[in-house]
């Protein structure tokens, strides 16, 4: 490939012609249904079986509801700064592939390496917070187990390592190297149940509802509600990590967009409704902010359906699971496609097409942090990036619109550039938010990349190799 001024120098980009020529080994088996499934099971998770609770209780009040449609609405702008990316450049990497092609080769790596700790790390603190729903519930069938085996160390007395997590981590794995066809019907399955879990939760517990638990409905003022909002906010997101996916989708351009649009309004109207029935179930100042569904139904007399849905926050936390390590493979399978990280990694199974060895690896990482490491330690990894990922893509779409406005857009990103510019805005007053810690070792990481970046990527990049693709081809890898 010839050089150009987008191909070479230290921004250098990879040009969108070259993405879309691009050979794939990856499976095209996903249709819109199966793609907006793999969303909701992003997006809903913790944040209606736990974070709901936490956040009335402690920050909002009934308030709850408008902290989530807050940070729906942030939400939202980068969602839709996706869903044009997603439609004009299907490829798997989501938020890396568009930095490369619009912002540069350095932008793109950084929001891709960014991401492998992220994904990686979301997937480890939702595999801890399954194995203390699973533990809660054999207690309550007077199943007890060895303390050493319940937690991490110094976790608790005798804690030494969280077997159920780390088992979590290396099923989803097992799972999605299963092809992704058949991993997509088990997700969409997964999702299906929770779903039907959620509306049974809505429908009981609308005939419990008393107006007079919405009283005040401020009680920690507006400020309360905005405060919940950027808690809440890494809730409503998961539409990210589907996006990676598009590179095995049947028709995506088409697809991706509706996918990633619909998964939020899906995940979104749920939200409210649930929000709706809890407060109104139950005094905010009441509700347990660690199962807070499962108190509510307790508190008036239906213990057993707290129950149930105890055994369905385990079944639906489990699809988020599913999403991000999802996620973080199709980050790194395109990062060493592109030569950023040895080819090695992009081969695919014969067969099944699909990343093997980089989808056990991810499984084996996540599953030794979630087994060794206390859930606060690890979630403090988890927010950062992705913040920043929303940045480089809303930014990224306003860059390509005026850069290259008659580029063929299946979907166009509305209210141009006020819906990108929001989307940043939001995302960098929550960044604000952040503990110093957070930032500490995410700068850690930062470095790390950029030695490996300086000293590995920058050569052996397709744009610095003039152009010579990473095979797809196979390996034989079980």
Known sequence: ????????????????????????????????????????????????????????????????????????VASAAAALSYAEFAGLIPRAGSAYTYGYAVLGEPVGWFIGWDLLLEYTAIVAVVAIGISGYISFLLEQLHIHLPVWMLGAPGTGAGHKVDVFAALLCLLIA???????????????????????????????????????????????????????????????????????????????????????????????????LVCLVLTGMQKYSEINPKSGLSSAFQSVGLPGLGSLIAAGAIVGIMTV??????????????????????????????VRKVPTRITWIVGIASAIIAGLLPIGQVAELTNIGILLAFVVVCAAVIVLRYRQPDLPRTFRTPFMPVIPLVGIAFSIWLITYLDPVTWLRFAAWFILGMIIYLAYSRRHSILATGGDQPTSESAPVS
Do not use: C
């Open 174 to 272: 097992f799972m999605l190297n299963r092809g992704i066809k058949a991993a997509a019907r088990f997700e969409t399955i997964v999702v299906a149940i929770k779903v039907v879990v959620v509306l049974i939760v809505i429908v009981a517990g609308a005939f419990y509802i008393k107006s007079g638990n919405y009283s005040p409905y401020f009680p920690f003022g507006f400020g309360g509600a905005v405060t919940g909002a950027s808690t809440v906010f890494f809730a409503v997101f998961g539409y990210d990590a589907m996006s990676t996916a598009a590179e095995e989708s049947v028709d995506a351009k088409r697809h991706m967009p509706k996918a990633i649009i619909y998964s939020l309004i899906i995940s979104m109207v749920l939200y409210v």
């Open 321 to 350: 699971l599913f999403t991000f390590m999802l996620g973080v493979t199709r980050v790194w399978y395109s990062m060493s496609r592109d030569g950023l990280l040895p080819k090695w990694f992009a081969k695919t199974h014969p």
């Open 1 to 72: 490939m010839p050089a150009s001024p987008a191909t070479s120098g230290f921004f250098r980009r990879k040009p969108i012609e070259l993405i879309e020529d691009e050979a794939s080994g990856l499976q095209r088996a996903l249709g819109l249904w199966q793609l907006t499934a793999i969303g909701v099971g992003g997006i809903i998770g913790a944040g209606i079986f736990a974070l709901a609770g936490a956040v009335a209780n402690e920050k909002a009040g009934p308030a709850v509801l408008i902290s989530f449609l807050i940070a729906g």
